[in-house]
T-cell receptor, first 115, second 119 residues
Framework: AQKITQTQPGMFVQEKEAVTLDCTYD???????LFWYKQPSSGEMIFLIYQGSYDQQNATEGRYSLNFQKARKSANLVISASQLGDSAMYFC????????????FGAGTILRVKS | GAGVSQTPSNKVTEKGKYVELRCDPI?????LYWYRQSLGQGPEFLIYFQGTGAADDSGLPNDRFFAVRPEGSVSTLKIQRTERGDSAVYLC?????????????????FGQGTRLTVV
């Protein structure tokens, strides 16, 4: 199985609406972390939100929240009240000792926010 | 500078040539990572430095790739006998954290990358 999978190559969302970006992962290690990054056209990776496998609550950071479903091994990013500046590439990444304690990234989802 | 600086921003080279890519981390950051991002893919780990030493170089694809960080700040990624398959964006990231793991990755700052094209 793929270590980390993002099935949506591209997504469109209307400004001010919410959008969900999908991410599923595979690890047998009970201790792991899931990260979401934003990569605008300028190229740098910007950390958005983190979810630990033992965290009791779903992570939230401002307009970003993580829909963490451990049994399904999914960690979807929800962006509320989309803004034009949210248009970018979004990457989900997995960190676990099983994979050498280094971030393993998905292939990414391009998000376009329409006005 | 305020952030991680990578130079050049773009590099076009002929197949078989040698190239050097430079990363200037944020001042005082001890940990530094190199990643490679091929078109349409997420970044892939290449090498990790803690101070001057390469703590983990398991992601380097072959012996044509080498990286140094002689004084624990600036790092140079060196690619010998470049091949067309080496074409990618090479990203550098740095952090204060002395250790890897969750804290490092939530606090790491990335540069804007060097786009390498081998023709």
């Amino acid at each position: 199985a793929q270590k980390i999978t993002q099935t949506q190559p591209g997504m469109f969302v209307q400004e001010k609406e919410a959008v969900t970006l999908d991410c599923t992962y595979d690890t047998s290690d009970p201790s792991y972390g899931l990260f979401w990054y934003k990569q605008p056209s300028s190229g740098e990776m910007i950390f958005l939100i983190y979810q630990g496998s033992y965290d009791q609550q779903n992570a939230t950071e401002g307009r970003y929240s993580l829909n963490f479903q451990k049994a399904r091994k999914s960690a979807n990013l929800v962006i509320s009240a989309s803004q034009l500046g949210d248009s970018a590439m979004y990457f989900c990444a997995l960190l676990t000792m099983e994979y050498g304690n280094k971030l393993v990234f998905g292939a990414g989802t391009i998000l376009r926010v329409k006005s | 500078g305020a952030g991680v600086s990578q130079t050049p921003s773009n590099k076009v080279t002929e197949k078989g040539k040698y190239v050097e890519l430079r990363c200037d981390p944020i001042s005082g950051h001890t940990a530094l990572y190199w990643y490679r991002q091929s078109l349409g893919q997420g970044p892939e780990f290449l090498i990790y430095f803690q101070g001057t030493g390469a703590a983990d170089d398991s992601g380097l694809p072959n012996d044509r790739f080498f990286a140094v960080r002689p004084e624990g700040s600036v790092s140079t990624l060196k690619i010998q006998r470049t091949e067309r398959g080496d074409s990618a964006v090479y990203l550098c990231a740095s952090s204060l954290g002395p250790a890897r793991g969750v804290r490092w990755n939530t606090e790491a700052f990335f540069g804007q990358g060097t786009r390498l094209t081998v023709v």
